[in-house]
């Protein structure tokens, strides 16, 4: 069974500075999937970014950045140029190839506060 | 694309009742899935469907839960005999076979007193 581990159960950073929020996981997997999801207050959760294991090369997407270290089994978020609306929980997901199954295994959320 | 719908928003009951929730999907996409998320946690996988086949079920899905997809479109689930430790926001997340990403809707937040 797979699992993922998020160890900051909440941050805070400044508006317009970076944070970085980390994520790691066990899987006897060879290819699979990672995600952040963001769900902010009552609203409902959506996708940030996501790395294809067999892929080395980091993946972004504007202000968002990953860091994936698959021998360390760790997949950290970056967040650039922080603004008021990333005020969020932010849950890192693991999932097998889709033809193994599609469910999202989701580590405990880190809330994190952008401050003016 | 409407997105991912769920009904109702909230449901308060109290212990001992049955309640059903509704989730509509992305049109096009085959896969439906269920996940449960208590309070400041992350979510955990329920069950899922391909089209109106309930492929997986978690171990975390008692007797007491039945979920359906009659059609292969909307789906529901349902919890018989509600206990306090259902209280609980219940996801639903759609996605075309074979693809990785899962689209969420907005939940349905269950209280049982």
């Known amino acids: 069974a797979q699992t993922v581990t998020q160890s900051q159960p909440e941050m805070s950073v400044q508006e317009a500075e970076t944070v970085t929020l980390s994520c790691t996981y066990d899987t006897s997997e060879s290819n699979y999937y990672l995600f952040w999801y963001k769900q902010p207050p009552s609203r409902q959760m959506i996708l940030v970014i996501r790395q294809e294991a067999y892929k080395q090369q980091n993946a972004t997407e504007n202000r968002f950045s990953v860091n994936f270290q698959k021998a360390a089994k760790s997949f950290s978020l970056k967040i650039s140029d922080s603004q008021l609306g990333d005020t969020a929980m932010y849950f890192c997901a693991f999932m097998k190839p889709p033809n193994a199954g599609n469910m999202l295994t989701f580590g405990g959320g880190t809330r994190l506060m952008v401050k003016p | 694309d409407t997105g991912v719908s769920q009904n109702p928003r909230h449901k308060i009951t109290k212990r001992g009742q049955n309640v059903t929730f509704r989730c509509d999907p992305i049109?096009?996409?085959?896969?439906l899935y269920w996940y449960r998320q208590t309070l400041g946690q992350g979510p955990e996988f329920l069950t899922y469907f391909q089209n109106e086949a309930q492929l997986e079920k978690s171990r975390l899905l008692s007797d007491r839960f039945s979920a359906e997809r009659p059609k292969g479109s909307f789906s529901t689930l349902e919890i018989q005999r509600t206990e306090q430790g259902d209280s609980a926001m219940y996801l639903c997340a759609s996605s075309l076979v074979n693809e990785d990403i899962q689209y969420f809707g907005a939940g349905t937040r269950l209280s049982v007193l």
């Open positions: 049109s096009e996409h085959n896969r």
